[in-house]
């Protein structure tokens, strides 16, 4: 049974920087790929980055540049570092679990229906 818990949400003004974590158990990460995802109150879900098991990513457009994903093997850990960031990267921060293998596509890794295992959530709130 895969079980995914996300760590590291907080508090911060703009132009601050917040390291997500998330920490998977149950999961053969080596063959497919994870991902992070945000959800702002009346908003839609959305892809923010991916990481595939070769250490490919890919990211939205919205935190390209200020976003990095990365994953420890070891620990069996996913990390998303937030740099620059801004009141509307408010949101709830979940990691996500993809069931797949990577076929190439940034559009279909940053969607929510290429995962099928999902952390809690985690709160980040950016003031002005």
């Known amino acids: 049974q895969v079980q995914l818990a996300e760590s590291g949400g907080g508090s911060v003004q703009a132009g601050g920087s917040l390291r997500l974590s998330c920490a998977a158990s149950?999961?053969?990460?080596?063959?497919?790929?994870m991902g992070w995802f945000r959800q702002a109150p009346g908003k839609e879900r959305e892809g923010v980055a991916f990481?595939?098991?070769?250490?490919?990513?890919g990211y939205a457009d919205s935190v390209k540049g200020r976003f990095t994903i990365s994953k420890d093997n070891a620990k069996n850990s996913l990390y998303l570092q937030m740099n620059s960031l801004k009141p509307e990267d408010t949101a709830i921060y979940y990691c996500?679990?993809?069931?797949?293998?990577?076929?190439?596509?940034?559009?279909?890794?940053?969607?929510?229906?290429?995962?099928?295992?999902w952390g809690q959530g985690t709160q980040v709130t950016v003031s002005s």
């Open positions: 149950g999961y053969t990460y080596t063959r497919h790929y």
């Open positions: 996500a679990a993809a069931s797949g293998t990577f076929v190439g596509s940034v559009r279909t890794a940053l969607s929510t229906s290429a995962y099928t295992n």
């Open positions: 990481i595939v098991s070769d250490g490919s990513t």
